[in-house]
């Protein structure tokens, strides 16, 4: 079942530092080719570690729209 | 619990980096290493793999950010990670490092003198003289050791003063070697992220 929030990273924002993928305990978080982080939305559990430690602020915990 | 990693003990390098420029300075062009190193890995690699995992200075901010609570992981004002802030950071940053190689050059060519000073945020000096003792080498591979660690131990200031402040790794938002290895992974992988 997948949760009912999941984080969002602002491609715009990201700094690529990696920190996010760090501390993801699903691995859901990668940088892609070192240019900005991305979620795998359907490993996410929406903990909100990521979003707690990103230096740039730039995620967010979105709702899963109902399906 | 993540697998841990050997290069998950960088942040000890970090420490050691500055210990050695106390003893003695002729250590400072060590940090060369992590100069060169993130950019050779952003131009063949196209990754931040530097940043993502091997960056000592970001591990120690992780270190005692995270694991030994200094940080108060307030959020950091906006600016700070805005792309003018971090693409003008970048920029004073290695005008200040040329300012540094070029003071080495005058001191090579003779035009000036070796100052056994550490100067810290670009204005205050701090004696340093107990690290180098003269007529070891060249005055001007001394004079380079004194910019370098000046600018490497400035950096870690700032980076420690925002990590309180804010985040734990808030001094990797405006990094100047993140900012400059991510535009050139950001030019490597123009096309695939146009699509
Ligand atoms: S919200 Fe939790 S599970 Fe989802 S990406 Fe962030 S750290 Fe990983
Ligand atoms: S912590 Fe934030 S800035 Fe750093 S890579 Fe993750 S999303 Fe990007
Ligand atoms: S942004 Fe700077 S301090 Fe942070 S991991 Fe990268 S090189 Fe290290």
Redesign the pocket.
Known sequence: MLSKRYAY??SG?????????KVCPMNA?S?FKGC??VVKEELCIGCGK?QK???????TIKERGAL | MKKRHWYDYLWIWSIIYFALGFFNILFAWLGLIDFLVPIIIAIFGGNKFFC?NLCGRGQLFSKLGTDCKCSRMKKAPKWL?SKWFRYGFMIFFLTMFVNMVFNTYLVAEGASSLKEVITLLWTIKVPWGWTYQQGVVYDWIAQFSFGFYSLMLTSAIIGLIVMIFYKP?TW??FCPMGTMTQAICKIKAHKEIKK
């Open positions: 990273a602002d924002r990201c700094v690529s530092c990696g920190v996010c993928t978080i940088i900005f982080a990521c430690i990103c230096p740039a602020a730039c995620i | 993502n990670s790794r990797c938002s």
